[in-house]
């Protein structure tokens, strides 16, 4: 019986509620790093309770794109502006490891990016669906070809 409260609870009610926690954050409290509020990701286990936790940001990941929730802040030029969040399939999503001269040069053309840490990008690549872009030097030219007809200020 402690073992199937236990799955309903870490592979249901939690994942739930902490989706609501992160849009909560972001809409009343105005969390500068909404990341830092997702759950860490978890070593393998095989036994004890840590065996629940590990699937608790796949489980959290798959709630969020699951719904429209605006968690996904934009990455934006400017440091100091008011933090954009939208839903993962309006954005591309990039790896932490691109270099920030290539970010602020996709977005200074109109791409919209988020930049979570590597081991959710990593759960969004499982995902594998074309919904959730991530970048790469394909799908950037392509959405950069997409958006070339909307006017840009550096182009004008």
């Known amino acids: ?16 509620a902490w989706k609501v926690l992160l849009e909560v954050l972001i809409q009343a409290d105005g969390i500068i790093d909404v990341f830092r509020a997702w759950p860490d990701k978890q070593p393998l286990t095989l036994s004890g309770d ?7 940001p796949t ?7 699951s719904s429209p929730s605006p968690v996904w802040p934009v990455y934006s030029l400017h440091k100091n502006s008011l933090m ?10 990039s790896q932490p490891v691109i ?6 040069s996709l977005t200074t053309m109109g791409l919209e ?4 840490p590597a081991y959710l990008v990593d759960e969004i690549k499982k ?5 959730y872009i991530i970048l790469t030097p394909e799908t ?15 182009l004008c």
Request: charged letters at 20%; glycine letters at 0%; a positive charge.
């Open 84 to 93: 954009k969040y939208k839903a993962l399939d309006h954005l591309m999503t």
């Open 140 to 154: 950037a030219h392509h959405a950069l070809l997409v958006n070339i007809s909307v006017p840009h200020p550096i």
């Open 1 to 16: 019986m402690v073992i199937e409260w236990n799955k309903l609870l870490f592979h249901e009610f939690i994942p739930k």
């Open 127 to 131: 995902l594998a669906d074309p919904t």
């Open 50 to 56: 840590t065996v629940y936790w590990q699937s608790l």
């Open 113 to 116: 990016l988020t930049r979570p």
């Open 99 to 104: 270099r920030e001269p290539v970010l602020r």
């Open 59 to 65: 489980r959290l990941l798959h709630f969020v794109v």
